[in-house]
């Protein structure tokens, strides 16, 4: 009997790490949802009086940098926001974390549309993350960057082989006369 194409064979690539790293990664997706929902209700509460000296404080917590030109711009346009703007903006936050919760749920749930999603949003994001790094080297960037590229890579991998693994297979069932 011939080996199955998931078993790896003498000429054949052993099989990429299993659900373990789905895991992670849909972990690590959770934990971002966490930090955004905490920081979109962070800013929800906020008092606009206290927003400059808030955000700056956060920043500094953060490891921010605070001679970057977007933290800056950040923090001078938070500190113009009436409560509504502020609250607006708190709300985005926290509904834009709805994403990553989603990409964390369907990795974990070891959905493959959810490994798609993440290949699309975070690869997309990779062009950012690698310019601001280079414009200026820190580790927790570079820390993100080499993560979410090794994520990338890893469920684009994944993908092509169980492509591959797929359009090997044999049908399971075949009914005879529906073929003519």
């Known amino acids: 009997m011939p080996p199955s194409p998931v078993e790896p064979g003498p000429f054949r690539a052993p099989a990429p790490p299993g659900p373990w790293a789905l895991r992670v990664i849909g972990s690590y997706k959770l934990l971002k949802a966490l930090v955004l929902i905490v920081a979109g209700v962070m800013v929800f509460r906020l008092d606009p009086a206290d927003v400059g000296r808030k955000s700056s404080h956060l920043a500094t917590r953060l490891r921010l940098d605070p001679d970057n030109r977007l933290v800056q711009r950040a923090i001078a ?104």
């Not at 834009?96 to 493959?112: E, N």
């Not at 469920?155 to 075949?174: F, G, H, Q, T």
């Open 77 to 180: 346009r938070l500190s113009g926001l009436d409560k509504t703007r502020l609250e607006e903006i708190g709300a985005g936050i926290v509904v834009y974390s709805l994403l990553y919760v989603v990409q964390g749920v369907g990795l974990l749930c070891q959905k493959r549309w959810a490994e798609y999603l993440v290949v699309v949003t975070t690869g997309f994001l990779i062009p950012v993350e690698a310019f601001e790094f280079l414009r200026k080297p820190r580790i927790v960037p570079a820390a993100v960057l080499v993560a979410n590229v090794l994520i990338v890579a890893y469920l684009i991998l994944r993908l092509r082989r169980e492509r591959v693994v797929r359009s090997r297979a044999v049908p399971v069932l075949e009914v005879k006369g529906l073929d003519r």
